[in-house]
């Protein structure tokens, strides 16, 4: 079942969101060789806490951290730990935000250093990607609208999207109807109605899009150690377009 919300309730949201943008911009100026990503999960502890929020993802089924760093072939998932970034590095950090009951979700790709030609370019993608995505989120139009136009330039990019992991509903649940796959035909799926809030998430990868998940039940890798990056906002659609809630 999806859950509309009022405008009210978007509202509530985009405060969510807010904090959670100024929170990525902080972690954008703190991403360089030398620092961990446990020290990037405590910071983000410190900062939802001054802003009078909380950060979902801990507890969520047991995960055990305020967000998730995925470094390099990590597609998503990965726990925050201290092994110090490295040049040429790429790390996403992903988080959800609860600000009174209202959530929004959001993640952001970072170059730590000077990265490769192919990485720069896999970030420059996917962040892209995102956006077609975004534009794809009118009233009226179908969610394989949004993934086929996500696929479609991943692919003439050469990268490939990841199948196992999607956006998803949400609201005063992290994960809601519908799903938001990344990949599929125009044209199909649920309708698009004025006040759904989605989270748009594109994965992308160099190599294959199979994924692996480690020992420790959460940490998903790409199959062949190719590189992965992600970018995701939570979005709000409305009779005026797409509502990015959680812009930087
Ligand atoms: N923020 C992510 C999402 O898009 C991942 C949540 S998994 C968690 O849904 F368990 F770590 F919270
Ligand atoms: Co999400």
Redesign the pocket.
């Known amino acids: 079942m999806i859950v509309v919300k009022t405008k009210a309730e978007i509202e509530y949201m985009h405060a969510a969101g807010k904090v959670l943008a100024a929170c990525h911009r902080e972690i954008r100026n703190r991403i360089r060789p030398g620092v961990t990503t446990w020290e990037i999960d405590q910071f983000v502890e410190q900062f939802l806490k001054q802003h009078g929020a909380t950060p979902?993802?801990k507890g969520?089924?047991g995960?055990p951290y305020a967000t998730?760093a995925s470094v390099n072939d990590v597609i998503?998932?990965g726990f925050p730990n201290k092994e110090p970034l490295k040049d040429g590095d790429i790390v996403t950090i992903?988080?959800?935000v609860n600000l009174n009951g209202w959530l929004a979700?959001s993640?952001w790709s970072y170059a730590v250093g000077n990265v490769s030609e192919t990485a720069k370019k896999l970030l420059d993608t996917t962040k892209e990607a995102l956006y077609l995505g975004i534009k794809q989120a009118v009233v009226g139009n179908r969610i394989g609208d949004i993934s086929h136009a996500i696929q479609t330039f991943a692919e003439a990019n050469g990268f490939s999207v990841v199948r196992d992991f999607t956006?998803?509903g949400i609201g005063e649940e992290?994960?809601e109807d519908p799903y938001v796959p990344h990949y599929g035909p125009a044209g199909k799926g649920p309708r698009l109605k004025e006040g759904m809030v989605l989270?748009i998430?594109p994965m992308l990868n160099t190599g294959s899009y199979h994924a692996t998940i480690d020992d420790d039940g959460?940490t998903a890798r790409t199959i062949d150690g190719g590189l992965s990056a992600q970018y995701?906002h939570t979005i709000a659609i409305t009779g005026d377009g797409p509502l990015i809630l959680t812009e930087q």
Do not use: I, L, N
């Open positions: 979902e993802q969520y089924h995960y998730c998503c998932h992903d988080m959800v979700d993640a956006g998803h992290m994960h989270t998430e959460w995701e």
